[in-house]
């Protein structure tokens, strides 16, 4: 490797077609690399602003604590805005050119271009309020984008991009592709583009737009505003009092137990036809439940319902979800005298108002040997990780229809990748429910929550690398496994939970099921039982942090015990 030293003066290097390392003195230097893997090393004391060209082959380059220009040119490059050490750091722009690149701008108000291939692009930079605030295009390709402090402004581009704003108030787009964006804390633009996104407001009061596409958008805690847009959309709120506006086609609203607005909800056609798909539909269940049913008809005595659709259209009658300060849904609504047109209570029904589980085909460990979920019944021994084998109480299945998972996306599967969560599990592609928990095991779950081994909802890790909503699925049939307790169990070796009965676990397995359920177990028909978990369950707020902590340090979910 040939060394190209540069003096304090305003330097032009030229590097050899070979593999060359470059020493920049002070001043406002111009280097060109050429050809080969070239190393251009920075300095934490040369305040010039230097135009760096990488050229051909892989190269690292890193700036200095002035201004300045890099540009990667062809190859897998690693270009740095300045050394990490460096305090302050000029406003740089870097453009990765061809090639699967890592691009971190540093400190300073940075111009971050990914250009073709599958990029890494991080903008690091201070807090909410320190004023670095950079610009990110990921143009061509899968990137993956972590804004970092400051109220940034991204484009994800082409391709299905991955993008994370961090602390400050930023500006995402995902332009095309089926990309995922997570606005982290404070108060976030958040636009899908075309393409079916997953959109995450996390933090603070936001605006989602989902845009083209059928898309899932999820508040997070704050008062956010969401909009489906075209397509058929999924709108969960969050925390907070929101206003939920599914736009074109039949949308999926999910209500919280908060002060939601819900804007245009209307049947759209064929309603009481069998076939959600053709309608919105609002879950609130959350509201309406067995659980809080039973609850009801204990204080009242002299007004008793058999189902929590009955207790609904009761209180809808009686103006409950018309009535400020509470979940109120609307045909049509003014934002300017924030009233409209309520829906009717006739027209909610089981159509449109509607666990965790695993999907057939998911081998479970059992004594000696794994078996297919749908092959296990009641009574058949199982491994589990604290219990040793432990018999099967109670197992049942929901199967979903390509037009239940039209109409319901959000019940769509996740699905594992082999070797995502680390040391190669799960042994093979693993499907899920989205609220389905697997076990992380990490430094940063002790750092975050005082114990390694946490059980996180597995839609809670889509921003990770082998975690994806399977689209691809025409149907799918889930499969719940109940045992004397909550328990951690191997499902295509990875370890998973079983079903947790938790009121919302019970309400989602269907009224049959879970009347089942209450005669094994009637403790949890008692709506102040609270089970155990086997781990300790984030909230899903805080699961999405600990998971981007994971892919910011690159660290495996599950590391060496």
């Known amino acids: 490797m040939a060394i190209i030293p540069g003096t304090n003066g305003n330097d032009i290097l030229n590097g050899t077609p070979q593999d060359d390392e470059f020493h920049r003195g002070n001043g406002f230097d111009l280097v060109y690399g050429n050809d080969g893997n070239d190393l251009m090393n920075g300095s934490d004391v040369d305040m010039g602003a230097d135009t760096l060209y990488g050229g051909g082959g892989s190269d690292t380059i890193t700036g200095s604590i002035g201004g300045d220009s890099i540009d990667g040119g062809d190859g897998d490059d690693y270009l740095y805005g300045a050394r990490i050490d460096s305090t302050p750091d000029g406003n740089d722009t870097i453009f990765g050119g061809a090639g699967d690149d890592y691009i971190q701008g540093m400190m300073g108000s940075d111009l971050l271009y990914g250009g073709t291939g599958n990029d890494r692009i991080v903008g690091d930079g201070g807090g909410a309020t320190a004023g670095h605030a950079d610009t990110i295009y990921g143009d061509e390709g899968n990137d993956r984008i972590w804004a970092g402090g400051g109220g940034d402004l991204v484009y994800g581009g082409d391709d299905n991009d991955l993008v994370y704003g961090d602390a400050g108030n930023d500006t995402l787009h995902g332009d095309a592709g089926n990309d995922t964006l997570a606005g982290g804390a404070d108060h976030d633009l958040i636009y899908g583009g075309t393409g079916d996104d997953l959109l995450l407001g996390e933090a603070g009061n936001d605006l989602v737009d989902g845009g083209a596409g059928h898309d899932s958008l999820l508040g997070g805690a704050g008062s956010d505003t969401l909009l489906g847009g075209a397509g058929r959309d999924t709108l969960d709120g969050g925390a907070g009092a929101d206003t939920l506006t599914g736009g074109l086609d039949a949308d999926v609203f999910i209500a919280d137990g908060t002060a939601d607005t819900i804007t245009d909800f209307n049947a759209t056609e064929g309603i009481g036809d069998a076939d959600s798909s053709n309608n919105d539909l609002v879950d609130l269940s959350a509201f309406y439940n067995q659980t809080r049913l039973a609850a009801w008809n204990a204080a009242n005595p002299g007004l008793q319902f058999n189902t929590p659709l009955d207790w609904l259209r009761y209180e809808q009658s009686q103006g409950a979800l018309a009535s400020a300060g509470g979940l109120r849904i609307f045909s049509s609504y003014d934002p300017v005298t924030n009233g409209g047109t309520f829906v009717s209570a006739e027209l909610l029904n089981e159509e449109n108002t509607r666990v965790p589980c695993f999907a057939r085909g998911t081998r479970i460990a059992v004594a000696d040997d794994e078996v297919a979920i749908e092959t296990l019944r009641a009574g058949d021994l199982v491994q589990t990780r604290d219990n040793g084998l432990q018999p099967i109480r109670w197992i049942g299945s929901r199967k979903l229809s390509a037009a239940e998972l039209k109409a319901m996306p959000n019940l769509r599967p996740i699905r594992i990748a082999a070797g995502a969560l680390g040391k190669g599990l799960p042994v093979a592609d693993l499907l899920v429910s989205p609220q389905h928990r697997v076990l992380v095991r990490s430094n940063i779950a002790q750092k975050m929550f005082k114990t390694r081994e946490v059980l996180v909802a597995a839609k809670q890790l889509v921003l990770l690398e082998g975690f994806d909503i399977a689209n ?62 086997a781990r300790y369950l984030p909230s899903g707020r805080q699961a999405r942090k600990m998971g981007m902590r994971h892919l910011q340090n690159n660290r495996p979910l599950i590391a060496a015990q």
């Open 472 to 533: 691809d699925l025409q149907e799918v049939e889930y499969f719940h496994m109940l045992f004397d307790r909550h328990e951690v169990v191997l499902s295509n070796g990875a370890e998973t939970e079983s079903l947790y009965t938790g009121a919302e676990a019970l309400k989602a397995v269907g009224k049959a099921a879970a009347e089942e359920i209450f005669t094994l177990f009637p403790q949890l028909a008692d709506p102040d039982h609270v089970p155990t978990p």
